[in-house]
């Protein structure tokens, strides 16, 4: 074990903060049974307290433990997805406290994807609340530099596991109902999670009953203004942008023809590498005092689906 790793095992268990590297992005943990201290993610967030967390596990096993019931569906999913970007939406067990639940009689639970985080939970012996570690509503972070950035002295101990691999959050399926739900297109395609269970998993409406993280109109947004547009209508957008006297950045695929007079973050042609850059490359734009960003969104499809989803969100208008 790393003394990094024990470390953040220290500041856990001391009932501190950590920044958690995962597959998806880097996470703001705490203890998930130290009540106190899951306060404490949404004092340094500035998130609302009836927003709920995931909590992180090391193991189906101990995944088991924070449910109250274990549907066949979870079995199949775990199987097929553990470790993997995808939380599941399951009731609760008393270990599940209202802090880490918002107050709801469901809980959502995931193995991460990721060494240095298996690690630690595996040595910690118990389940990690982490929700993107970053201020509320704004771009989640994709690499150790991000969290010791934007969250400074809040966090003990910042684990540093390298650029996150797939760079959106994990998808979220609630099993909670009757039939199972998409909550939160993320890391695990639609198509994929549907092959599994063998029927359609349906987008669940803002109106659900059920709340998971991701879920708001307004959010992940940077500070420059973000406006999703067409590789047709791009032109044009630049033109009217340039005139009003902004500074403009393009966020598109590779093959995608932009004018001059703008910076162009360009993205390889495929989903998952679209996924990969996207908070990176907003926090960039921010970086470099940008003042709009006009994204080309890929189809919604696979991986794509979460891209144009957090696309739709972080350009939504803000509270």
């Not at 162009?264 to 970086?287: I, K, M, P, Q, S």
Request: include cysteine; charge should be neutral; aromatic fraction near 4%.
């Amino acid at each position: 074990m790393s003394d990094d790793v024990q470390e953040a095992v220290r500041a856990l268990r001391a009932g501190g903060l950590i920044g958690l590297p995962t597959e998806t992005v880097y996470g703001l943990g705490a203890d998930a049974s130290n009540e106190l201290a899951v306060r404490r993610i949404f004092a340094v967030k500035g998130r609302p307290s009836n927003h709920p967390l995931i909590v992180h596990l090391a193991s189906v096993a101990v995944a088991r433990r924070w449910a109250a019931g274990w549907p066949d569906e979870a079995d199949a999913l775990a199987a097929a997805f553990w470790p993997g970007p995808l939380t599941l939406i399951l009731e609760r067990s008393p270990l599940a406290s209202d802090a880490v639940t918002g107050g709801q009689d469901t809980v959502g639970l995931r193995v991460p994807d990721h060494p240095l985080a298996l690690e630690l939970l595996r040595t910690f012996d118990g389940g990690v609340a982490a929700p993107s570690a970053n201020r509320f509503g704004r771009v989640s972070p994709t690499t150790a530099q991000h969290v010791r950035d934007e969250l400074g002295a809040d966090v003990e101990v910042v684990l540093d596991g390298g650029p996150c691999r797939v760079g959106v959050e994990s998808t979220i399926v609630d099993l909670s109902g009757r039939a199972p739900r998409l909550l939160r297109p993320g890391g695990v395609a639609r198509e994929a999670v549907e092959r599994v269970l063998g029927r359609p998993v349906p987008l669940a409406s803002q109106a659900t009953d059920v709340r998971a993280p991701g879920m708001l109109a307004s959010h992940y947004a940077p500070r420059a203004g973000l406006w999703l547009v067409t590789a047709e209508a791009l032109a044009g957008e630049v033109s009217s942008r340039l005139a009003s006297g902004a500074k403009v950045a393009v966020l598109a695929a590779r093959g995608v023809p932009v004018p001059a007079g703008v910076t162009r973050f360009e993205v390889e042609d495929e989903d998952a590498a679209y996924a990969r850059a996207l908070y990176a490359t907003l926090r960039e734009v921010d970086a470099r005092g940008l003042d709009v960003v006009l994204a080309v969104p890929p189809p919604e499809s696979g991986v794509g689906l979460a891209v144009v989803d957090r696309l739709r969100r972080a350009s939504a208008p803000r509270a």
